[in-house]
């Protein structure tokens, strides 16, 4: 599992509140990034790192913040959740021969 | 940008039979090829991967064949077992540098006992 962790594994919000996923990786990864996947959508980009406080966007980064202020942590934020951030969240690391490894997902609801 | 197109989206197999995904690439640049293999309810992991160097892979029942002059690439699964049932997704990059594949938008894979 490249010892990839995220917390929380679920969470229901409001609509309009902010909400801030962790994923949390001990192997010392360069990259990490962070995808939603929704049905027939398949792993949408939001943001990525390649390095400490070195951040960019992705395909469907509106709505969504990213830090890095460690090595291990990337940090997710919605600014103000909406309805159409229901998703289940994947965040993931770059292993040393360009392959991504997966954290186990974040299931998130915005009612 | 990349894009990657996958088909079809849903395949259904019996047991024993083999399983074809086929997946087609726009950026001629891209040189790296992996799939994925996604259970229910579970993270998706590595199950194979490709170099543009190289025209065929294997790995016990699962290859994959890539063709760079038609941009295209598929995962080939022989002798299909139920625990085979899954979603699979393909994906290609650029290798080094900022390691940002573009995903297909994955297929899900139903093998029948």
């Known amino acids: 599992d490249a010892g990839i962790t995220q917390s929380p594994r679920h969470k229901v919000t409001e609509t309009g509140t902010p909400v801030t996923l962790r994923c949390h990786q001990t192997?010392?990864?360069?990259?990490m990034y962070w995808y939603r996947q929704d049905p027939g959508h398949g792993l949408r980009l939001i943001h990525y790192s390649y390095g400490v406080k070195d951040t960019d966007k992705g395909e469907v980064s509106d709505g969504y913040s990213v830090s890095r202020s460690k090595t291990e942590d990337f940090l997710l934020t919605l600014e103000s959740a909406t309805s159409s951030q229901t998703s289940v969240y994947f965040c993931?690391?770059?292993?040393?021969?360009?392959?991504?490894?997966f954290g186990p997902g974040t299931r998130l609801t915005v009612t | 940008g990349e894009n990657v197109e996958q088909h079809p989206s849903t395949l259904s197999v019996q047991e024993g039979d083999s399983a074809v995904i086929k997946c087609t690439y726009s950026?001629?640049?891209?040189?790296?090829f992996p799939w994925y293999k996604q259970e229910l309810g579970k993270r998706p992991q590595l199950i194979i991967d490709?170099?543009?160097?190289?025209g065929e892979k294997k790995d016990q029942r699962i290859a994959v064949t890539l063709n760079k002059t038609a941009k295209h690439f598929s995962l080939h699964i022989t002798e299909t077992q139920p625990e085979d049932s899954a979603v699979y997704f393909c994906?290609?990059?650029?290798?080094?540098?900022?390691?940002?594949?573009?995903f297909g938008r994955g297929t899900s894979l139903i093998v029948h006992p």
């Open positions: 490709i170099r543009s160097n190289v």
């Open positions: 994906a290609a990059s650029l290798s080094g540098g900022s390691y940002i594949p573009t």
């Open positions: 192997e010392n990864h360069r990259y």
């Open positions: 993931a690391v770059g292993g040393a021969g360009d392959e991504q490894y």
């Open positions: 950026d001629s640049a891209s040189n790296y």
